[in-house]
C-alpha cells in the first residue's frame, strides 16, 4: 500500500513552459486536493475532486488545470508555467476526514 | 470570516522539556479540528484530531491536545520532546465533514540539543 504518491520530485521549468504533475492514490478515496505552499503560507488549496468526473477550483485556480478519468489519479496541469508558481505541491486524498498527503513536488520557474 | 490562527511562526524547546503549540479558530459552531506535523522535505501527517466528546485527545508520537470551546481553542500539548520533534506543525479546521479543510500558517518548532 503505497498511499498517495506524487512525480516529479523536482522539476525547474522555464517561463511559458507547461508540464503535469502527477498524483496516485491506491486507497480508493473519493476525495483528492491539490495545494501550494509557500514559506510562511501554509497550505493554499488549488483544485479538489470529490470523484472521478468531477472537479472544482479551490482557493488558488487560476493558472492551473486539473483532470480526474479514474479514481487514482488527479493529475495537476500548468499550461504557461509562471515565476509566481514556484512552490511546493503537495497532493492529497480523503475519504471521510482524515487525509492523506503524498510527498510534494517541489517546482521552480525561472 | 472563516479562519484559524497560529500565533507562533517559529517556536524552540530545549529537548527534554514541555511544548505547547498554539491554535485559535473562529467558526460560529465547533469546527472539526486537526493537527498534522510536516517533516522536512516530507508530505503532512496527522498527528491527532478531535470531532466531539472527550476534549483532551490523545495522537500518535506522544502528542495530545485539548479543545477549549470557550476560549476557542485546540493547543497542541507534549510533557517531553525530542530532538526529533523537529518539524513544522499545522492546525486544521473543517466546519462540516463535507466542507474543505482549511490549515493554519504553521509553526515551525527548533530543538536545542
Known amino acids: 500500500n503505497a498511499g498517495v504518491t506524487q512525480t516529479p520530485k523536482f522539476r525547474i521549468l522555464k517561463i511559458g513552459q507547461s508540464m503535469t504533475l502527477q498524483c496516485t492514490q491506491d486507497m480508493n478515496h473519493n476525495y483528492m486536493y491539490w495545494y501550494r505552499q509557500d514559506p510562511g503560507m501554509g497550505l493554499k488549496l488549488i483544485y479538489y475532486?470529490?470523484?472521478?468526473?468531477?472537479?472544482d477550483k479551490g482557493e488558488v485556480p487560476n493558472g492551473y488545470n486539473v483532470s480526474r478519468s479514474t479514481t487514482e489519479d488527479f493529475p495537476l496541469r500548468l499550461e504557461l508555467a509562471a515565476p509566481s508558481q514556484t512552490s511546493v505541491y503537495f497532493c492529497?486524498?480523503?475519504?471521510?476526514?482524515?487525509?492523506?498527503f503524498g510527498p510534494g513536488t517541489r517546482l521552480t520557474v525561472l | 470570516a472563516q479562519s484559524v490562527t497560529q500565533p507562533d511562526i517559529h517556536i524552540t524547546v530545549s529537548e527534554g522539556a514541555s511544548l505547547e503549540l498554539r491554535c485559535n479558530y473562529s467558526y460560529g459552531a465547533t469546527p472539526y479540528l486537526f493537527w498534522y506535523v510536516q517533516s522536512p522535505g516530507q508530505g503532512l501527517q496527522l498527528l491527532l484530531k478531535y470531532f466531539s466528546g472527550d476534549t483532551l485527545v490523545q495522537g500518535i508520537k506522544g502528542f495530545e491536545a485539548e479543545f477549549k470551546r470557550s476560549q476557542s481553542s485546540f493547543n497542541l500539548r507534549k510533557p517531553s520532546v525530542h530532538w526529533s520533534d523537529a518539524a513544522e506543525y499545522f492546525c486544521a479546521v473543517v466546519l462540516n465533514r463535507d466542507d474543505k479543510i482549511i490549515f493554519g500558517k504553521g509553526t515551525r518548532l527548533h530543538i536545542l540539543p
Open positions: 475532486s470529490v470523484g472521478a468526473g468531477i472537479t
Open positions: 492529497a486524498s480523503s475519504q471521510s476526514d482524515t487525509q492523506y
